[in-house]
């Protein structure tokens, strides 16, 4: 009897251990911005930016296109910009991240570097 007991919770064991454990199985994620952050490459762009670049010098990310409208954030030349619009003589709109949030607004076209 014991033998047959035995061999019973051996069986159990065996095939609780075989069996595919799904709380053991990695997912693996195959967005674009993950696949690049484990490559090192760039992630890609969201498709309403068209470039992103960074300023020649520190400026005023301004609300409306206009020297006098209020100011919305600072940058200097480690920040990263996405420039969205181009069709102003003078002001490009731009997006910034600052302090965990992000921030549209237009900054003057002659402190980002000419594109090639």
Do not use: W
């Not at 302090?99 to 980002?112: A, E, F, H, M």
């Amino acid at each position: 009897m014991r033998k047959l007991i035995l061999t019973g919770i051996i069986a159990l064991v065996l095939n609780s251990s075989c069996r595919e454990n799904s709380r053991g199985t990695i997912e693996h994620d195959t967005s674009e911005a993950t696949v690049a952050s484990e490559t090192g490459t760039e992630a890609p762009l969201p498709a309403e930016v068209l470039l992103a670049t960074k300023p020649l010098i520190a400026g005023q990310l301004y609300a409306k296109p206009d020297f006098q409208s209020a100011s919305l954030a600072s940058f200097d030349t480690s920040q990263s910009i996405h420039v969205l619009d181009t069709s102003d003589a003078i002001f490009v709109q731009a997006r910034i991240r600052k302090d965990s949030s992000v921030l549209t607004g237009y900054i003057p076209k002659t402190i980002l570097p000419e594109k090639k």
